[in-house]
């Protein structure tokens, strides 16, 4: 096994390969929308469309210097003449006339040179990669920089590997000095990482292969690495702590590995698949940002369940009883004997009876603190991912700020609208471009019957007009707007426009960065619902089946959504509001949240939070099923895991607080935000909320009506109950209980 796992493992490697070059940029807009559409038909039919490739230029001397409109010439002419260049439009666009005013600052000491550049994201990202080494720097008497919406995916994409190895430089050292104070042997150490590198290079293989077929955004790659090695931890800690505990029980190595697989194996298979069920409503959204996130986490969880079922048992055989060795803190110790299994005077143990003690106040003063934190989520706001995402020190920002702070015509990007199916009379398009410039927001309507604002037509259409607008069935009008794109009055702006009638025949798109925002918008909430409904539908079935109860499901939903939003409002505090922003380093404070962010977050947090408590339920069921004691089987439940679950969180949180040190805001977020929902959930939630919820739940926590207990009993998931330990302790008899049901003293049985 351990010599097929080994040829299977160089097979991915040789597929993982390319990956970062098999994948693709952008992804953030909805490909189904109408300001899709629009977008299509004017560059098929048009040639048309936003300016996605902005040269900022910035002179040694005055913008009207002989010498500097001479290089600036010089400058528009080399850009023009690069390969996948569609149109150019420049202040330095010739001698005599007037320059567009939109195209010089409001101090008049920069220009713009604004091109379209052709193709998808990825060939606008290709294409700015060839050109911006021949037109930025210094050009001549010019100090060029480079931003628009093809040069941000490009530098997104360069930063996103570099990040990546410095996230995996961070994260790595760490986890394996922290593995070996986990697990006290430097042997035991190494099989986390193993089974780590079958997850993430398997997961990096699966998305090369996926990427053939449809698009997958290189943001997945982040993900992976993290999702990767922290699974893939989880799960060898809690099979190799079980197997360990096992044999110090005194079973042989063939019986503690059998047990181990039968009991930490088959939750192992379970706690899969709900992380890989939570990853899946992804699959639901629009846009292929999110759903390359699934594929990512469905391949990290698929291969992380492989790697703990198949390479470590085969790692586990060949160990034996070396599984010990390499003690490297053994000296440390001074000979104290290592704990295995649950003991009554644990942390987790007399934390879990306290909490039982007092369920009530316990809960209250959580719930209160939780709610404190959930506060800001109720004032979110939402964008998407542009320049401002980037490091302050990326070209793209640098050009994003100034176009916002001195180029006010240019920062809205204006909207596109298309009429299509019969172009219309002069007259009806007049009368429409006129009914259009009368929309809160819209300063300008350029067609070929002339120049509108305000309700009025201001001016003839250039000549040539007719060449740029019209095709034979169809034309289309260009508005200009200073309104910001991200934001509530772009959606307006947007609606009102929509809300136009369009000429006798003629259908109406509406496109452009805001529109493209609203349709974003949509999409997403109009999916949410059923991401949702998958989610808790699924999850409370998967956890019926492992535990044949209906409370324990629901409690688990409950209790997750609670450390979700408390996540969310701990985002929206630090990266929407701008507080305690050391903690996320450097970063541009938007007053918005990036939309899908919260989104990803709900998948790949809830996921990792039935992880956790699918672990804390099997050990919490073994014993009750065992002792039938509710409230001692929460208490011994919480002492076997509570350390190993505390280690496997502080370990994922590594990762994920890797990420942090990255240059992409909506990674940071993610990082951050699952790191701190991973600490929550296993201290608050896990080591508190839990076990007050159960001891007021007391025996209902297990019930469920006949006819599903009877479909439980033939087709759900059912623990094995090793033999009680023939040492005394409270593990070997069910111990006697006070009158409230807490282990410890004399009183009624529960």
Same mark, same amino acid.
């Given at each position: ?564 939003? #408390? ?80 280690? #496997? ?102």
């Amino acid at each position: 096994m351990l010599t097929l796992s080994a040829l299977g493992f160089l097979l991915i490697a040789v597929v993982s390969g390319p990956v970062m070059t098999s994948l693709s940029a952008g992804g953030f807009d909805d490909p189904d929308s109408e300001s899709a559409a629009a977008s299509d038909i004017l560059e098929d039919r048009f040639d048309a469309g936003d300016a996605n490739f902005i040269l900022l230029v910035t002179p040694d001397k005055a913008l009207d210097d002989p010498q500097t409109r001479r290089d600036g010439e010089r400058l528009t002419k080399k850009l023009a003449a690069q390969d996948g260049v569609e149109s150019v439009d420049s202040y330095f666009a010739g001698q005599g006339g007037q320059p567009p005013e939109e195209l010089v600052s409001e101090k008049g000491d920069q220009a713009l040179i604004v091109a379209r550049l052709v193709g998808d994201d990825d060939e606008q990202a290709e294409t700015a990669e060839e050109i911006v080494p021949e037109v930025t720097g210094d050009q001549g008497s010019l100090a060029v920089k480079s931003g628009g919406y093809a040069e941000f995916n490009r530098q997104a994409n360069e930063k996103v590997e570099k990040d990546l190895l410095l996230a995996e430089s961070i994260a790595v050292p760490i986890t394996l000095l922290l593995l070996i104070l986990v697990f006290r042997s430097g042997a035991a150490a190494l099989l986390p990482l193993a089974v780590a590198g079958v997850s993430v290079v398997g997961s990096l293989a699966a998305l090369v292969v996926i990427a053939q077929f449809t698009s997958v955004s290189v943001f997945a790659t982040n993900l992976t690495t993290a999702l990767g090695l922290g699974l893939a931890i989880d799960y060898s800690l809690f099979i190799v702590s079980r197997y360990r505990e096992e044999l110090a029980k005194g079973c042989d190595l063939e019986e503690a590995l059998r047990r181990s697989l039968n009991t930490a194996g088959r939750t192992v298979f379970f706690s899969s698949l709900t992380v890989l069920l939570s990853l899946c409503a992804l699959l639901v959204f629009p846009l292929f940002y999110l759903t390359s996130f699934a594929y990512a986490g469905i391949g990290v969880v698929v291969f992380a369940m492989l790697g703990s079922l198949v390479v470590l048992p085969a790692l586990l055989s060949l160990l034996g009883p070396r599984i010990d060795k390499y003690d490297l803190l053994a000296v440390f110790r001074r000979g104290r004997p290592r704990p295995e299994g649950p003991r009554s005077d644990g942390f987790w143990y007399r934390l879990a009876t306290f909490v039982m003690r007092r369920p009530v106040p316990v809960l209250t003063v959580v719930l209160i603190g939780l709610a404190v934190i959930v506060a800001p989520f109720g004032s979110a706001s939402y964008g998407l991912p542009d320049d401002r995402s980037l490091s302050k020190d990326a070209e793209a920002a640098q050009v994003g700020d100034a176009l916002r702070e001195d180029f006010p015509a240019l920062a809205g990007q204006g909207l596109q609208i298309v009429l299509d199916g019969a172009k219309p009379s002069s007259g009806d398009l007049t009368a429409y471009a006129t009914e259009v410039s009368r929309v809160d927001g819209i300063e300008r309507v350029d067609s070929s019957a002339g120049v509108f604002q305000d309700g009025e037509r201001v001016a003839d259409a250039p000549p040539g007009a007719p060449d740029v607008f019209d095709a034979d069935d169809a034309t289309w009008l260009s508005l200009q707007s200073v309104t910001e794109a991200y934001s509530d009055d772009g959606q307006d702006m947007v609606a009102d426009v929509r809300g136009v009638s369009p000429p006798d025949g003629a259908e109406s798109k509406v496109g452009g960065m805001a529109a493209a925002y609203t349709d974003t918008l949509d999409g997403l909430w109009d999916a949410l619902p059923y991401a949702v409904l998958i989610i808790a539908v699924l999850t409370f079935v998967l956890l019926f089946l492992f535990t044949g109860s209906l409370l324990v499901p629901a409690k688990a939903i409950i209790m997750n959504l609670l450390s979700l939003t #408390a996540t969310f409002g701990a985002m929206v505090f630090i990266f929407q509001e701008g507080h305690l922003t050391f903690l996320a380093g450097d970063f541009t404070v938007t007053g918005q949240i990036d939309v899908t962010m919260p989104i990803l977050m709900f998948c790949v947090i809830f996921g990792l939070s039935m992880d956790y408590e699918v672990f804390l339920l099997s050990r919490i069921k073994e014993e009750y099923d065992r002792t039938g004691d509710n409230t001692l089987a929460v208490a011994h439940g919480i002492q076997s895991t509570g350390r190993l679950i505390t280690a #496997a969180a502080g370990l994922m949180a590594i990762f994920f607080v890797a990420l942090v040190f990255t240059s992409f805001t909506p990674v940071k977020i993610l990082g951050l935000g699952t790191a701190l929902a991973i600490v929550m959930d296993a201290l608050i939630i896990r080591g508190l909320l839990v076990p007050a919820f159960m001891r007021l739940a007391g025996r209902a926590n297990w019930w469920a009506p006949g006819p599903l207990r009877r479909f439980h009993q033939k087709y759900g998931f059912h623990h094995e109950v090793p033999a009680a330990p023939a040492a005394d302790g409270p593990a070997a008899v069910p111990a006697q209980a006070t009158e409230e049901g807490v282990p410890g003293r004399t009183g009624a049985a529960r």
